[in-house]
């Protein structure tokens, strides 16, 4: 029986087209929030089989995958006869850069394979349109699932007009979120969750573009709301306080990091913060200016009033709730959500259900 050695066994094999789009996937989740309020994208380009270029969008603004990919090619010739996979419909208008599709149409590549339709107005097909005038075979739909699920806050944004909302609190066994500040003689935070996952969240926090709190976190908590436990951007913070009741000595207004104001009394910019005015805070009316403000997503950590508004209002998309072992007996009681968690882990002594809305 002859023997394949493994560099033989390579250019024998056929690979799928599912198999290169999901290296397009791996790629466009290095792009992570560093590219928000745009989408992660991921693109690869294969001649005869082989992979000869590879490129993701890195930062918003800069150059997308498709330039990167077709960058990386050191024989551009080659490209009028390769395929190139990406994870999202190619742009087709002017933006921070020029259009995609037009590049991929100017390079003459011979088929282009898409994960998915762009749901932004401006390409929602214009993309594929492009490419298909000027010849070029297009293939649509390949992992779409997976590739819609790559950019789950970017369809969001779009389809829906508001940002991925992503609800957090953790609770002891006996149902609390917070202990009775009264019985609290050192005023010391009583932990409920493990350091490991303290860290987790604090990794969860450095995913989402920003996170919101109402002012009664900022007054009790002081918190500064960053991502201290990781390596990673913070989040954009953004503070639910109607009448400006916060205190004005806390973290978030003194230590120079962009902090959002949704407010009903002022609007405008003071250093690093910028006054929101709403008409009223409603819901609502903080997801549409997030959704004004090109937010695409919010991570938001408490406490109890705001996290049950936004449950009563159905204006979420996941939930990530903490389960420690330890117990206060009294205090402020966990929300409640009404689901059956879509997923359970344990971390350290914790307990981590994930719900999505029904």
Same mark, same amino acid.
């Given at each position: 029986?002859?023997?394949?050695?493994?560099?033989?066994?390579?250019?024998?094999?056929?690979? &799928? /087209?599912?198999?290169?789009?999901?290296?397009?996937?791996?790629?466009?989740?290095?792009?992570?929030?560093?590219?928000?309020?745009?989408?992660?994208? =991921?693109?690869?380009?294969?001649?005869?089989?082989?992979?000869?270029?590879?490129?993701?969008?890195?930062?918003?603004?800069?150059?997308?995958? %498709?330039?990167?990919?077709?960058?990386?090619?050191?024989?551009?010739?080659?490209?009028?006869?390769?395929?190139?996979?990406?994870?999202?419909?190619?742009?087709?208008?002017? =933006?921070?850069?020029?259009?995609?599709?037009?590049?991929?149409?100017?390079?003459?590549?011979?088929?282009?394979?898409?994960?998915?339709?762009?749901?932004?107005?401006?390409?929602?097909?214009?993309?594929?349109?492009?490419?298909?005038?000027?010849?070029?075979?297009?293939?649509?739909?390949?992992?779409?699932?997976?590739?819609? %699920?790559?950019?789950?806050?970017?369809?969001?944004?779009?389809?829906?007009?508001?940002?991925?909302?992503?609800?957090?609190?953790?609770?002891?066994?006996?149902?609390?979120?917070?202990?009775?500040?009264?019985?609290?003689?050192? +005023?010391?935070?009583?932990?409920? &969750?493990?350091?490991?996952?303290?860290?987790?969240?604090?990794?969860?926090?450095? %995913?989402?573009?920003?996170?919101?709190?109402?002012?009664?976190?900022?007054?009790?908590?002081?918190?500064?709301?960053?991502?201290?436990?990781?390596? =990673?951007?913070?989040?954009?913070?953004?503070?639910?306080?109607?009448?400006?009741?916060?205190?004005?000595?806390?973290?978030?207004?003194? /230590?120079?990091?962009?902090?959002?104001?949704?407010?009903?009394?002022?609007?405008?910019?003071?250093?690093?913060?910028?006054?929101?005015?709403?008409?009223?805070?409603?819901?609502?009316?903080?997801?549409?200016?997030?959704?004004?403000?090109?937010?695409?997503?919010?991570?938001?950590?408490?406490?109890?009033?705001?996290?049950?508004?936004?449950?009563?209002?159905?204006?979420?998309?996941?939930?990530?709730?903490?389960?420690?072992?330890?117990?206060?007996? &009294? +205090?402020?009681?966990?929300?409640?959500?009404?689901?059956?968690?879509?997923?359970?882990?344990?971390?350290?002594?914790?307990?981590?259900?994930?719900?999505?809305?029904?």
């Amino acid at each position: 029986m002859r023997t394949i050695t493994a560099k033989k066994w390579v250019k024998l094999h056929m690979f &799928s /087209d599912e198999q290169f789009m999901q290296r397009a996937i791996q790629l466009a989740l290095l792009g992570g929030v560093s590219v928000a309020p745009n989408p992660m994208v =991921g693109a690869v380009i294969v001649y005869n089989n082989r992979i000869i270029g590879e490129g993701y969008h890195q930062l918003f603004g800069s150059a997308h995958a %498709e330039v990167n990919a077709v960058n990386s090619v050191e024989d551009q010739s080659l490209l009028r006869e390769a395929t190139i996979y990406v994870t999202l419909e190619p742009c087709a208008h002017f =933006g921070k850069t020029p259009p995609c599709a037009n590049l991929l149409v100017q390079k003459q590549f011979k088929r282009v394979v898409i994960g998915t339709v762009d749901p932004f107005a401006k390409v929602a097909g214009q993309g594929i349109r492009i490419l298909q005038e000027a010849g070029i075979e297009c293939t649509v739909g390949v992992l779409e699932k997976e590739c819609q %699920e790559v950019n789950k806050r970017f369809f969001t944004f779009h389809n829906q007009q508001r940002p991925y909302v992503i609800l957090k609190w953790a609770q002891t066994i006996d149902g609390f979120i917070d202990a009775d500040r009264n019985n609290n003689e050192t +005023g010391e935070i009583r932990w409920i &969750s493990s350091p490991d996952t303290q860290t987790l969240v604090h990794q969860w926090r450095a %995913e989402e573009q920003a996170i919101l709190v109402g002012w009664h976190t900022i007054l009790n908590d002081n918190p500064s709301l960053t991502v201290r436990a990781v390596s =990673g951007k913070n989040p954009i913070r953004v503070i639910i306080d109607s009448k400006l009741q916060a205190p004005t000595t806390a973290t978030v207004f003194t /230590d120079g990091l962009p902090t959002i104001v949704l407010n009903t009394l002022r609007d405008g910019q003071e250093g690093s913060i910028q006054y929101v005015q709403l008409s009223d805070c409603s819901v609502e009316n903080q997801l549409k200016a997030l959704y004004q403000l090109n937010i695409t997503s919010v991570f938001i950590e408490g406490g109890r009033f705001t996290l049950q508004q936004y449950i009563d209002s159905e204006n979420w998309d996941e939930a990530r709730v903490i389960i420690g072992t330890n117990k206060f007996g &009294s +205090g402020t009681k966990a929300p409640v959500i009404g689901q059956i968690p879509t997923k359970t882990i344990t971390l350290a002594t914790d307990t981590i259900h994930t719900f999505s809305p029904s």
